[in-house]
């Protein structure tokens, strides 16, 4: 290469050193400049922010206050118990009130489940005869809550307040326990339901076992002790084939897990009346019916089904026969639990500790008339004036048993127990309210009209 161009070559790659210089220098004050802005900007900003928090800053008192009445009100919202001292007396007194007896030695029961079916009739006719009666329920959405809050209107119409709780909530249950000295427990809160089971296993386990032992917990260490009659159930017979059922069959061998919560409660009431006095007393109850019902029950939605044109499922056992039920009226379970309460006698532990043997008793109630499923569906077409799409199947393997029939003859020698309404007369005054409370105008026969009462 000539000396020249050797020379035009050094000179070219110096000046681009050059200019590279510059241009690092150039770059380094503009990203020293960018950073001054931007440190000025946030600067700018964060004291804007401290201008706008102190405008508007609450003393932290205020929000440890805030927070308090928040837990406070929930407290409220899940035991009914209110947070302020006027508020909590103005509770107190209707719990009082609602507890005390209005005729000379009546009973103050604490009815659980009470905006329940069973527990809505038995706490009205304890209070009509005089009875106090306090209702403590959940109203859980096991089926239409509304109904539930239907029937605790009723209930307040006869001055009858229901404590909304739960049996799991044991400081609930020990204020009430406090405020008043219950004679009695009228214990029919329970998961209820054979299918249902096997779509929440859990809620069974919950209610009918760990809430009831959380109330025999509250009720052992109650001065006075209340006698106790809770609802246990026929299911407890299980796979039993012996007829018809009877207080002295087995009952060991049951079909679904509802049915096992029920045993299970029938042992644990030994035992605390073993241990601790408590004065017990189950009822197993066969297939209740009536107004106010459950919408889960087979009358009940064959009643809506048939209404509605829809077909409805009717089980036969696995041999194509018959699957037969013995359905009981409201108004016998009502008097039978009336029966059971008066006859209780008093539990004999004091702080937890027993005193001496106490009452330990189970009773059937049902009607003593099985009656199968089909003339079941027969008498309600009747009433209804229409035709059911009956759909008929085998019976699926969800815990159902084919067949119940009462023999209580136990419940009879004990308290007089006798029911006596069939069912086309029972059915006859659920249609009758089924109608009327959902505004249905269907061609249904009027109160007098003749139902065939022929098995």
Not at 10 to 36: F, G, M, Q
Not at 77 to 88: A, D, H, P, R, V
Not at 170 to 181: C, E, M, Q
Not at 350 to 369: D, E, F
Request: proline residues 5%; positive net charge.
């Amino acid at each position: 290469m000539p000396p020249t161009a050797t020379a035009d070559t050094s000179k070219t790659v110096k000046l681009e050193r050059y200019n590279s210089y510059l241009r690092k220098i150039h770059s380094t004050k503009v990203l020293k400049a960018s950073s001054k802005v931007l440190f000025r900007a946030t600067l700018l900003v964060a004291l804007v922010l401290l201008l706008l928090f102190a405008i508007n800053y609450h003393p932290l008192s205020d929000s440890r206050a805030a927070a308090s009445h928040h837990l406070h009100r929930r407290s409220f919202l899940s035991t009914g118990i209110f947070s302020s001292s006027s508020s909590s007396s103005t509770w107190e007194k209707r719990v009082r009130q609602s507890s005390t007896a209005k005729r000379p030695h009546g009973l103050s029961v604490l009815v659980t489940g009470a905006a329940g079916f069973v527990g809505s009739h038995c706490s009205i006719a304890l209070r009509k005869r005089g009875d106090g009666v306090l209702g403590l329920d959940n109203f859980n959405d096991y089926y239409d809550p509304s109904l539930k809050r239907a029937r605790q209107e009723l209930l307040e119409k006869q001055q009858v307040f229901i404590v909304e709780g739960d049996l799991n909530d044991g400081p609930l249950l020990r204020k009430l326990f406090d405020i008043v000295p219950f004679t009695h427990v009228l214990h029919l809160a329970a998961q209820a339901g054979v299918r249902y089971a096997m779509k929440n296993p859990q809620s069974y386990i919950s209610s009918n076992i760990a809430g009831l032992v959380n109330l025999l917990e509250v009720a052992k260490a109650a001065n006075p002790q209340p006698a106790i009659v809770w609802a246990s159930s026929s299911s407890v017979y299980g796979l039993n084939t012996e007829n018809p059922f009877s207080e002295e069959h087995r009952t060991d061998q049951p079909a679904s897990l509802y049915a096992a919560t029920k045993k299970a409660g029938e042992e644990i009431a030994h035992t605390y009346n073993h241990i601790y006095g408590l004065s017990l007393t189950g009822l197993r109850f066969f297939t209740v019916y009536g107004p106010w019902g459950r919408p889960d029950m087979a009358y009940f939605f064959f009643t809506k089904d048939i209404l509605h044109g829809k077909s409805i499922d009717i089980y036969r056992t696995q041999d194509n026969q018959e699957v037969a039920r013995d359905f009981t009226y409201i108004d016998d379970i009502v008097k039978g639990c009336v029966g059971a309460l008066d006859t209780a006698e008093k539990s004999t532990g004091s702080g937890g500790k027993k005193r001496g043997p106490a009452q330990l008793r189970v009773y059937n109630l049902g009607n003593t008339s099985p009656v199968p499923v089909g003339r079941l569906v027969s008498i309600l077409e009747g009433l209804l004036g229409t035709k059911a799409r009956k759909h008929l199947i085998k019976m699926p393997r969800n815990g159902d048993v084919p067949y119940t029939h009462a023999n209580v003859s136990l419940a009879y020698k004990d308290f007089g127990y006798k029911p006596t309404t069939d069912l086309a007369a029972g059915l006859r005054k659920f249609v009758k309210w089924y109608v009327g409370y959902y505004g249905i105008q269907p061609r249904v026969k009027k109160e007098n009209s003749h139902v065939d009462d022929s098995a």
